[in-house]
């Protein structure tokens, strides 16, 4: 599946929409990782989360 940044996912066993911020990833030795994404979202506590998911975890 192809993201881009600013797209809306979700996990695909559920959870909060989630917001491509990352993608693909840029690695420390300059490389881009095109098998994870990573997602910004407000948890239950209205703070801005952040996490890394493999993409086969994710659906638009």
């Known amino acids: ?12 066993s559920g959870g909060p929409k989630m917001t491509v911020s990352e993608y693909p990833i840029k690695m420390i030795d300059g490389s881009e990782n095109y098998a994870q994404v990573q997602c910004k979202w ?3 506590d209205n703070h801005l989360t952040q996490s890394t998911f493999h993409i ?3 659906e638009k």
């Open 42 to 44: 407000f948890n239950d």
């Open 56 to 58: 086969d975890e994710l």
């Open 1 to 12: 599946m192809d993201f881009k940044i600013g797209d809306v996912v979700v996990l695909k």
